[in-house]
């Protein structure tokens, strides 16, 4: 079974600070990562995601995350962050199955 | 219009009422999903549709019955839900069921009184 773990619930960080969320999963089999963004009284929109190849993904809005799979990760960051950053963000994982299993959310809050 | 749409987009009801969650996608995807994010809590995938046939249902109380008529609709029907089924529910879709990327509604906040 898959599983994903965010260690961290919550990340406080200033304006044009640099940010790193962190993401570990199980899986026995190759899988798939993503990561979401929740904007408050929204669905989730997807940053970016994992298939295979190079191991640095560059998504939307500046993000990008690194795939290691000796170390089981998928840790999301941005060199400068802005306050429209600030939301909920989730990491989820696909396996051989016909669902994505979530992380619990972390919520980056952006300060001026 | 465009992507994943649901409606009603807030719904208050009563432990006694009968009502339906609707969704719709207009990415031409096969497969379509319902899920239920509570607070503090892991999104939580409740059914999974994948060309129209149900092919998860993630262990849901039968106060909840989805219904896929096409590939483009999915509803929520709800009777005698509980106070703890307050939540928001949010409807997805993608091409496929499996490793393809979820498009997501905006969701229903669903309130029971």
């Known amino acids: 079974a898959q599983s994903v773990t965010q260690l961290d619930s919550q990340v406080p960080v200033f304006e044009e600070a640099p940010v790193e969320l962190r993401c570990n999963y199980s899986s026995s089999v190759s899988v798939y990562l993503f990561w979401y963004v929740q904007y408050p009284n929204q669905g989730l929109q997807l940053l970016l995601k994992?298939?295979?190849?190079?191991?640095l993904v560059k998504g939307i809005n500046g993000f990008e995350a690194e795939f290691n799979k000796s170390q089981t990760s998928f840790h999301l960051r941005k060199p400068s962050v802005h306050i429209s950053d600030t939301a909920e963000y989730f990491c989820a994982v696909s396996a051989n199955t016909d669902k994505l299993i979530f992380g619990t959310g972390t919520r980056l809050q952006v300060f001026p | 219009e465009t992507g994943v749409t649901q409606t009603p987009r807030h719904l208050v009801m009563g432990m006694t009422n009968k009502k339906s969650l609707k969704c719709e996608q207009h990415l031409g995807h096969n497969a379509m999903y319902w899920y239920k994010q509570s607070a503090k809590k892991p999104l939580e995938l409740m059914f999974v549709?994948?060309?129209?046939?149900?092919?998860e249902n993630n262990s849901v109380p039968s106060r909840f019955s989805p219904e896929c008529p096409n590939s483009s609709h999915l509803f929520l029907h709800l009777h005698t839900l509980q106070p703890e089924d307050s939540a928001l529910y949010l409807c997805a879709s993608s091409h496929a069921a499996g490793r393809d990327e979820q498009y997501f509604g905006p969701g229903t906040r669903l309130t029971v009184t």
């Open positions: 994992y298939l295979s190849g190079s191991t």
């Open positions: 549709y994948n060309f129209k046939e149900q092919t």
